[in-house]
């Protein structure tokens, strides 16, 4: 599966942004999907994932309450609407697959399919 990730931009602290990921293939909903980030200088982290059917979802502390992940399995696309930006939330932002029968995926290690990630600045 090919992903493409887009919808970053430039943004104040308190704003808002909704983050896409499309898939190519006729197998997303097959794969659970999940956000990743990396800032300058620092390692790739979690953001959050969630399960082929949508039916579950798992967030990083960081940004629990704040950023939610949706997916559209007709539309081959998985979002991350990210509400209430600090400026700590800044970095590029990957969208990334893996073939999971059920629940979630937060060990990067374990994703088979990236995107190629989309910049996200929150200005304070």
């Known amino acids: 599966v090919q992903l493409q990730a887009f919808g970053g931009g430039l943004v104040q602290a308190g704003g808002s942004l909704r983050l896409s990921c499309a898939a190519s293939g006729r197998t997303f909903s097959t794969y659970c999907m999940g956000w990743f980030r990396q800032a300058p200088g620092k390692e790739r982290e979690f953001v959050a994932a969630i399960s082929r059917s949508g039916a579950s979802t798992y967030y990083a502390d960081s940004v629990k309450g704040r950023f939610t992940i949706s997916r559209d399995n007709a539309k081959n696309t998985a979002y991350l609407q990210m509400n209430s930006l600090k400026p700590e939330d800044t970095a590029v932002y990957y969208c990334?697959?893996?073939?999971?029968?059920?629940?979630?995926?937060?060990?990067?290690?374990?994703?088979?399919?990236w995107g190629q990630g989309t910049q996200v600045t929150v200005s304070s």
């Open positions: 990334a697959a893996v073939l999971k029968a059920w629940g979630t995926e937060r060990d990067a290690k374990k994703y088979d399919y």
